[in-house]
T-cell receptor, first 113, second 111 residues
Framework: EAQVTQNPRYLITVTGKKLTVTCSQNMNHEYMSWYRQDPGLGLRQIYYSMNVEVTDKGDVPEGYKVSRKEKRNFPLILESPSPNQTSLYFC????????????FGPGTRLTVT | AQSVTQLGSHVSVSEGALVLLRCNYSSSVPPYLFWYVQYPNQGLQLLLKYTSAATLVKGINGFEAEFKKSETSFHLTKPSAHMSDAAEYFCVASGANNLFFGTGTRLTVIP
C-alpha cells in the first residue's frame, strides 16, 4: 500500500530538548515536504526536498532542520524546541514538485511545554 | 507569489442541501488548483484537481469545482450534503516548488 508514515503521532516535550520526527514514503517519490498546521492559518511549508541531498526552506523554516540522505526518508529536527512550535505537523511526498498531487502522512501532534 | 483566499472559515448546511465552498486565487497565470479534504484526526487527501484540461472538474464523493479565470475563482460544490462530508476543506494552488494553502473551511452538516 502506497503511504507516507510519520512517527511519533503524538509527542509532548519540554523546551530545549532536541527531538526528531521521522517521515518515510514507499512510493519512490523525489519530492518531500514538511508542513505545520495551526488554527486559522492553514498549512504552511517548513522545508522541502527535491531529491536526495537537495533541501530548501519553505515559508516558516526558523527553528527547524531537515536532512535527505535517502530518497524514502525526510526527518524533521527541532534542535531546541520552543512553545511556539506546538503544532500539528504533516509530511508529504509527490513524484515531482509543483504537480500538487501530494500524499500526506497522518500527522504528528507536538506539544512543547 | 501565489495566494489563496477561502471565504468563510465555517460553513453549515443541512443534510441534503447544496454545499458551496468558495475559493479565490491570485495569479497572472492560472496555476494548478486543488481541493483537499481533512477528516477529523486524519491527514489530507485530494478531492480534485484542475490542470487546465477542463474548467469543470469532478472529484471524489460527488464533489466538483469550476475554474473561472475571469473571476479567479475555483469554488467547490456538491448538490446534496451528506453527514459524512463534515470535514475541513482546503483550496490549494501550486507554485514552482511548493503548494499554497488557503486557511481552510470547516463544513458542518446538520441532520
Amino acid at each position: 500500500e502506497a503511504q507516507v508514515t510519520q512517527n511519533p503521532r503524538y509527542l509532548i516535550t519540554v523546551t530545549g530538548k532536541k527531538l526528531t520526527v521521522t517521515c518515510s514514503q514507499n512510493m519512490n517519490h523525489e519530492y518531500m515536504s514538511w508542513y505545520r498546521q495551526d488554527p486559522g492559518l492553514g498549512l504552511r511549508q517548513i522545508y522541502y526536498s527535491m531529491n536526495v541531498e537537495v533541501t530548501d526552506k519553505g515559508d516558516v523554516p526558523e527553528g527547524y532542520k531537515v536532512s535527505r540522505k535517502e530518497k524514502r526518508n525526510f526527518p524533521l529536527i527541532l534542535e531546541s524546541p520552543s512553545p511556539n512550535q506546538t503544532s500539528l505537523y504533516f509530511c508529504a511526498s509527490s513524484l515531482s514538485s509543483g504537480t500538487g498531487l501530494q500524499y500526506f502522512g497522518p500527522g504528528t501532534r507536538l506539544t512543547v511545554t | 507569489a501565489q495566494s489563496v483566499t477561502q471565504l468563510g472559515s465555517h460553513v453549515s448546511v443541512s443534510e441534503g442541501a447544496l454545499v458551496l465552498l468558495r475559493c479565490n486565487y491570485s495569479s497572472s497565470v492560472p496555476p494548478y488548483l486543488f481541493w483537499y479534504v481533512q477528516y477529523p484526526n486524519q491527514g489530507l487527501q485530494l478531492l480534485l484537481k484542475y490542470t487546465s484540461a477542463a474548467t469543470l472538474v469532478k472529484g471524489i464523493n460527488g464533489f466538483e469545482a469550476e475554474f473561472k479565470k475571469s473571476e479567479t475563482s475555483f469554488h467547490l460544490t456538491k448538490p446534496s450534503a451528506h453527514m459524512s462530508d463534515a470535514a475541513e476543506y482546503f483550496c490549494v494552488a501550486s507554485g514552482a516548488n511548493n503548494l499554497f494553502f488557503g486557511t481552510g473551511t470547516r463544513l458542518t452538516v446538520i441532520p
